[in-house]
């Protein structure tokens, strides 16, 4: 069997690993367009706020691992069509020579791609975005390379926040932009407010509402222009949100759906038998409303790849979905959230009602506690918990699993108010906060 895969990165190289060590004999075949492979993207902002790493520290597994597993590696090649009638997959190598590979079953993980604003000027020199290892590469290179002392965040998503604190590590000034008013859609306003006040609290200027119009090149650096509002800076990062990488699924008339990711069943297969597709490109099913979503996510690529090469050598797997678990930090804060918000509760067609509730890290008197808050969401007519938020400076990132655990059980907050959680004074209070929270939301439903 034939079984080639576009895309190098998590779900890509998860499922040309686990096929060849389960079928030896397969013939796997892998083609990026890039030069890297198998690297950890969610810790190139960490990277950057340290001169003294190197960028391929977060390479995972390097291309020669593979080769030697028995992969067939095709770097600097990048895939442009899919013929689905004669299963091949056409494309050009970096220089421009084509190339023909048959296939008997297809993996499309050609994962994301950042959104660039369509305003003139943001294909200028020191005009970034970071999405590839290559990206991090040029970020590091061009701070290095020139005095950096201010920079511009288009964008207030999970790699601006962690971009802004890198880039606050390394003493350069920070604006962030976006023309929203708000900090986070998705989130409570409480907790909200205690993000923004620790932006402020490390020199971060927030200019809410504003909309880029142009960047322009100056004797200095570089200009944002808005409607009304000029600022300056030495580099300026577009950090907006990325878009699935689905054009060449589309093209070939497979099926796109939410966002246009491309649209796969529980076992990640396509409108097309024998083409599957897993990662960021790819859609879900969310385990709260069964509906489909365009969440992307590190553990779902990974456990899709391993799904697909399960599926191709005939062991079949189906994937029940995610809840759309996630965490970041912002400075010293921990922001962890898992499941729907209150808008998306509604738009959902449930019937949510929500609770706030401040608690403590640690217990009653207990050195080194801080504040935590909990928004929890339940469905009065059901009863079951739909989704929660948390912020704090410690605690919030792994207790998030509890609720996302509840929601893949379909758990009633009742029954989740009832869970036997672990208890010690330097871990949290007798009480915990999840519980705490499941307690006053029940007084309200």
Known sequence: MDFVIIGGDAAGMSAASRAKRNQPDIQVTVIERTQDV???ACGMPYNIADPRRPMDDLVVRSVDAFQKQG???????????IDRDARMVHGAMLQKEPFSIPYDKLLIATGAAPVVPDIPGSNLPGVMTLKH?????RIKSFIAGKPVSRAIIVGMGYIAMEMCEALRERNIAVTMVKPRSTLFPWMNDQLSQVIHQELQSNGVILQLGFSPERIEKTNRGLKLCGADTELEAD?????????????IASA???ETGVHDAISVDHRLQTSDPDIFSAGDCADAFHVVTGQKVWIPLALRANRGGWAVADNILGKSVELPGIAGTAVFKVFHLEVARTGLS???SVSAGFSPVDTVIQSRSRAHAHPGSFPIWVHMIGDARSGRLLGVQMVGRE?????INAPAVALHTHMTVEAFSQSDMAYAPPFGPVWDPLLTAANQLLKKM
């Open 235 to 247: 580099m300026i990062l577009l950090a907006i949100g990325v878009k699935p990488n689905s054009r």
């Open 252 to 254: 070939s008339g497979i």
């Open 342 to 344: 209150l808008q998306e």
């Open 395 to 399: 605690g919030a990132a792994h207790r």
């Open 38 to 40: 198998s690297f950890s």
């Open 133 to 137: 290892l290559e990206d991090g590469r």
């Open 71 to 81: 992969i067939r590696m095709l770097t600097g090649y990048e895939a442009i069509r």
